[in-house]
């Protein structure tokens, strides 16, 4: 009988809490403060790290550690309020003019709009594989996980154990995908009100500023340290499917498969193979 993805996700969390006991979301040992002053704070004896942003800066940190392949999850409690402009960042990346990249951000909005959590994929330094969501919950309340499974057959990107997009390894028709460049694991706290709500149209209001998000229970599992190959190659199973099928049918807002003004010619190669992108 086939694995389960539920099941699998179970054996996730059984291996990162053996693997990771002594480190998992600890802050102070898993990463660096990399800019914005004071405005990012590791508090509670490295428990919970909060990232602010005023119209002086924003600010961000950055994992000690690089991954080739793994699971990556953090829980997450966004800006709360009147958030337009505002982007908050959570995401892997390589080094140089042609990294890689695997990408959730976090476009604010006006008070009482849905946030829309936007993904994308980078490899050799070219992304232009967005796409969007509504996050089915208020994600201001309280953390909600948000992950990232990265192996050489494909990205998976998850919400609270929701599979919401999958993006297949398609190198064998010409579409380059991340597997050969490291990546540390990144986030930020920014302002980009020339595009982040309703397309730069609402700007950010620093009459309500400083704006703050705050993290906790980062855990990550890579393959490459701990040598095992259980749900290295794994894919949805019939469950999974279903998850994934109800979160683009009904959440989703963007698809760059499904914008035609944008290509043309003809969609992107990989977009013509795949249903679930």
């Given at each position: 009988?086939?694995?389960?993805?539920?099941?699998?996700l179970?054996?996730?969390?059984?291996?990162?809490?053996?693997?990771?006991?002594?480190?998992?979301?600890?802050?102070?040992?898993?990463?660096?403060?990399?800019?914005?002053?004071?405005?990012?704070?590791?508090?509670?004896?490295?428990?919970?790290?909060?990232?602010?942003?005023?119209?002086?800066?924003?600010?961000?940190?950055?994992?000690?550690?690089?991954?080739?392949?793994?699971?990556?999850?953090?829980q997450?409690?966004?800006?709360s309020?009147?958030?337009?402009?505002?982007v908050?960042?959570?995401?892997?990346?390589?080094?140089?003019?042609?990294?890689?990249?695997?990408?959730?951000?976090?476009?604010?909005?006006?008070?009482?709009?849905?946030?829309?959590?936007?993904?994308?994929?980078?490899?050799?330094?070219?992304?232009?594989?967005?796409?969007?969501?509504?996050?089915?919950?208020?994600?201001?309340?309280?953390?909600?996980?948000?992950?990232?499974?990265?192996?050489?057959?494909?990205?998976?990107?998850?919400?609270?154990?929701?599979?919401?997009?999958?993006f297949?390894?398609?190198?064998?028709?010409?579409?380059?995908?991340?597997?050969?460049?490291?990546?540390?694991v990144?986030?930020?706290?920014w302002?980009?009100?020339?595009?982040?709500?309703?397309?730069?149209?609402?700007?950010?209001d620093?009459?309500?500023?400083?704006?703050?998000a705050?993290?906790?229970?980062?855990?990550?599992?890579?393959?490459?340290?701990?040598?095992?190959?259980v749900?290295?190659?794994?894919?949805?199973?019939?469950?999974?499917?279903?998850?994934?099928?109800?979160?683009?049918?009904?959440?989703?807002?963007?698809?760059?498969?499904?914008?035609?003004?944008?290509?043309?010619?003809?969609?992107?190669?990989?977009?013509?193979?795949?249903?679930?992108?």
């Open positions: 009988m086939a694995t389960s993805w539920f099941s699998v179970l054996l996730v969390s059984i291996v990162f809490s053996c693997f990771l006991a002594a480190s998992a979301g600890d802050f102070y040992q898993e990463f660096d403060l990399t800019w914005g002053d004071k405005r990012a704070e590791i508090l509670s004896g490295g428990r919970l790290l909060t990232l602010s942003l005023d119209k002086a800066s924003g600010s961000g940190f950055r994992s000690k550690r690089e991954y080739l392949f793994g699971r990556i999850d953090m997450i409690k966004l800006v309020g009147n958030s337009a402009g505002i908050t960042a959570f995401y892997l990346s390589s080094e140089g003019p042609n990294h890689d990249e695997i990408d959730f951000e976090f476009l604010g909005n006006l008070s009482g709009d849905p946030y829309i959590v936007h993904t994308n994929v980078y490899s050799q330094g070219k992304g232009d594989r967005e796409q969007q969501f509504y996050l089915w919950f208020e994600p201001t309340k309280n953390f909600h996980t948000y992950s990232i499974i990265w192996s050489p057959q494909r990205i998976t990107f998850i919400v609270d154990n929701i599979p919401i997009r999958v297949n390894n398609e190198e064998s028709i010409g579409v380059p995908f991340p597997e050969n460049q490291p990546m540390k990144y986030s930020s706290l302002d980009a009100d020339e595009w982040a709500t309703r397309g730069g149209l609402v700007k950010t620093w009459s309500k500023a400083p704006f703050k705050y993290y906790r229970n980062f855990n990550a599992y890579s393959w490459n340290s701990v040598g095992t190959d749900w290295r190659t794994q894919a949805l199973d019939a469950t999974g499917r279903r998850w994934l099928r109800w979160a683009q049918k009904y959440h989703m807002v963007y698809n760059y498969c499904a914008d035609l003004k944008r290509f043309p010619h003809g969609r992107p190669r990989e977009c013509r193979r795949s249903r679930f992108l």
